[in-house]
């Protein structure tokens, strides 16, 4: 993680923790935030994404729209690019496909609509 903050990266900085409940990936993603930012958890570049949101397989193409609209990602890593997102609470019952929205954020990009996503952080718990 500290050659990522140091260096340019070349695409946003993911991380998948899995297991089961109480075994601390939650706490782990708090431990990242802490390190970064000086309020840490408290950052207002720190976001907690619920997978519980977007459960339901018929509401798919509704979540995408929603998800493509300038979202959270896009004014976060617009202030500041160094943002982290934790996409928690059963993130293995998002219906497939919905992810793909998360791609062109993730992907080797040097900018996507115009904002360089290489520095953000995102954290899926499963």
Do not use: W
């Not at 900085?13 to 939650?26: A, E, I, M, N």
């Not at 706490?27 to 339901?56: C, D, L, N, P």
């Amino acid at each position: 993680m500290k050659t990522n903050v140091k260096r340019k990266p070349s695409k946003a900085l993911t991380f998948s923790f899995h297991g089961g409940s109480g075994t601390g990936k939650t706490y782990v993603s708090s431990i990242i935030a802490e390190s970064i930012y000086k309020k840490g958890m408290r950052s207002k570049y720190v976001h907690f994404i619920s997978g519980t949101e977007f459960s339901h397989n018929q509401y798919v193409p509704v979540y995408k729209e929603e998800l493509k609209k300038p979202s959270v990602i896009e004014r976060s890593v617009a202030q500041c690019s160094r943002s982290l997102f934790s996409f928690v609470d059963e993130i293995d019952k998002i219906p497939p496909g919905l992810l793909d929205i998360l791609t062109p954020y993730i992907e080797n990009h040097e900018q996507y609509d115009g904002i360089d996503y290489r520095n953000a952080i995102f954290i899926f718990l499963r």
